[in-house]
């Protein structure tokens, strides 16, 4: 028989004192708890400021390059990873294969709990050798108490494919260890309700990976100033959000941005640049293509020839 791993001293898991009358709160005393504590995760993403940017810096840098950017982990970890990745593609227009989401017992583990699967170490190993990770790739390992054994086998995968790897954990290292290239450690302290890391741990969470996929996305060219200049124009609200970026940095009427946008082949950041410099739809093309597809480098480019 397998010994069961005592797991009772991690962070994660210990019991929050300032929750312990949880169950005789009234209902505005439980919403000023959970907001009290939930502070601490904003306090929690400062203390790892230094290395979500080390992992901004890797991660912009294999994309660029052609790699891939996978998320794996089990329960809520899995699905935040899962979210994330499906959110790159309307907000910067990546394809969906440069982000991607794995989730331990697959698609069906979004919908229905299947935290059983998450002690499959094997598993996460297949995952990524079905995924054929190159050293090219970046894999993020998610899991808020550090021991899912499905996702250390994708990071030990992972980095036998020489590819670059990333840990984020909700505890310390000196509780649970990981041979990574950055480790992301983001500590929130014990949950109100004990051992519920889809509380403090899962917000945190997402915060974290708000910061690593929209700073990669900014590095790769995908945003000038703060609008979302590769948005994909696949809807009515993201047609009217491409319509309003382009008439706040072009001063055109609605109508003469509509135009723009469909000479540009609803590519907003195209349309700025013909706009901008005066250069038609192929040229503009090359451009981008040319400079990486940064578009103040792109702007400048043109204005020098």
């Known amino acids: 028989m397998t010994r069961l791993q005592e797991r009772g001293h991690l962070l994660t898991e210990q019991v929050n004192p300032n929750s312990l009358n949880l169950d005789q709160l009234n209902s505005l005393e439980l919403v000023e708890l959970f907001n009290a504590e939930d502070q601490k995760a904003v306090a929690a993403v400062a203390g790892a400021k230094h290395k979500l940017a080390e992992a901004i810096e ?10 891939r950017l ?10 935040l ?34 935290e059983d699967k998450e002690d499959r170490r094997e598993d996460g190993v297949e995952e990524i050798h079905q995924r054929e990770i190159t050293a090219l790739d970046v894999v993020v390992g998610i899991t808020a108490g550090g021991t899912t ?5 994708a990071l030990e995968a992972a980095n036998s494919r020489g590819a670059t ?11 649970v260890s990981a041979e990574v290239d950055v480790d992301i450690r983001l500590l929130t302290g014990p949950e109100i309700l004990a051992g519920s890391t889809r509380l403090k741990a899962g917000t945190v969470t997402k915060l974290a990976l708000n910061i690593l996929s929209t700073g990669v996305m900014v590095r790769l060219g995908k ?13 009515s609200k993201l047609l009217d959000r491409a319509l309003r970026i382009l008439q706040d940095l072009t001063g055109l009427s609605r109508d003469a941005a509509s135009t723009l946008l469909e000479k540009s082949g609803k590519w907003v950041k195209l349309a700025i640049l013909m706009h901008l410099t005066g250069v038609e739809k192929e040229q503009g093309e090359q451009l981008l293509l040319q400079h990486q597809s940064q578009l103040r480098e792109a702007i400048e480019a043109a204005n020098k020839s």
């Not at 996978?70 to 899995?78: C, I, K, L, M, R």
């Not at 982000?99 to 919908?111: F, N, Y």
């Not at 054994?149 to 086998?153: D, N, R, S, T």
């Open 149 to 153: 054994p499905y996702v250390h086998g």
């Open 81 to 114: 990873g899962v979210l994330d990745a499906a959110e790159c593609p309307p907000t910067f227009c990546t394809p969906p294969e440069m982000v991607q989401g794995i989730i331990a017992g697959g698609a069906s583990a979004l919908l229905r709990s299947s």
């Open 223 to 235: 945003v000038y100033g703060n609008r979302m200049v590769d948005v994909a124009v696949t809807n």
């Open 70 to 79: 996978f998320y794996v982990g089990a329960g809520t970890s899995g699905r």
């Open 165 to 175: 790897t990333i840990f984020i954990a909700c505890v310390p290292a000196e509780q």
């Open 58 to 67: 890797r991660t912009s840098k294999s994309l660029r390059q052609g790699g």
